[in-house]
């Protein structure tokens, strides 16, 4: 029975901790709660984040528009997912410990190409597609591990970049525009669970420092979001001349 039910219970457990548990029914041991919990925490957060950002893109194809979202803090955020993403498949890291920033990736893709669409920057929009599948095949296959950590290194930085800048377009508007609560905090939830599971998983210092960075940029972005909850991007609309001599 138990050597039937074993591979679906070492998707969570290591080798070690189903003897423990199923064998030694020694159900109280510390390193293997911390690792089973990592593991199912990872997991579930890989399945949350296949909605993280639908929201977002809901947002906008409903309003046609990516009206308040800044173009730079996107980019800033998809860069640094992809840096991240690929840092962690060439360093061999299990997937259960950086697969949801595959599926923000994805998504993040998604949102600056209907910014793109949605200006009506057709081109450009197409051309930055292709861009990026090449620079992501380049990444993972022909990057030498040294110089991927130290973009995983200048990874804080340009995260906290991307995440302050949008902060900063929402001050300006003084709202939040197309920016979507449930994803902000989806996103603020997920990077306070990888601090764990970095910690429990990889024990690499850059992912832990990387994952505090996104922290406290996604804290920003999330108290925001309840300050401005009431306030709505008018759109400005130029007076024709009929309607200045009305005025007048």
């Not at 299990?94 to 910014?115: A, C, E, H, K, N």
Request: proline share 3%.
């Amino acid at each position: 029975m138990l050597d039937a039910i074993k591979p679906l219970f070492l998707l969570v457990l290591t080798e070690k901790c189903f003897e423990e548990y199923f064998y030694d029914f020694n159900f109280f041991e510390v390193n293997c709660f911390k690792a089973t919990l990592s593991k199912v925490l990872g997991i579930g957060l890989i399945a949350g984040s296949l909605m993280v950002k639908v929201p977002q893109i809901l947002k906008i194809y409903n309003g046609k528009s990516g009206a308040g979202l800044s173009i730079p803090s996107v980019l800033l955020d998809l860069s640094a997912i992809t840096i991240h993403g690929s840092y962690n498949y060439v360093k061999g890291f299990p997937f259960s410990s950086w697969g949801d920033g595959l599926m923000l990736g994805i998504q993040t893709l998604i949102v600056f190409y209907l910014i793109l669409y949605y200006a009506k920057k057709f081109q450009e929009a197409y051309m930055f597609l292709a861009a990026y599948a090449i620079i992501v095949f380049v990444m993972c296959t022909l990057v030498p591990d040294n110089i991927l950590w130290l973009f995983q290194a200048c990874n804080v930085p340009v995260l906290m970049s991307g995440k302050l800048l949008q902060a900063w377009e929402n001050y300006k508007n003084g709202s939040t525009g197309q920016l979507s609560a449930a994803t902000i905090i989806a996103l603020t939830a997920g990077s306070m669970a990888r601090i764990f599971t970095s910690i429990q998983e990889t024990g690499d210092s850059m992912m832990i420092i990387t994952y505090l960075a996104a922290t406290s940029a996604n804290l920003v972005l999330f108290f925001q979001i309840f300050y401005y909850w009431n306030a709505v991007i008018i759109p400005t609309k130029k007076k024709s001349k009929k309607d200045v001599k009305k005025d007048n």
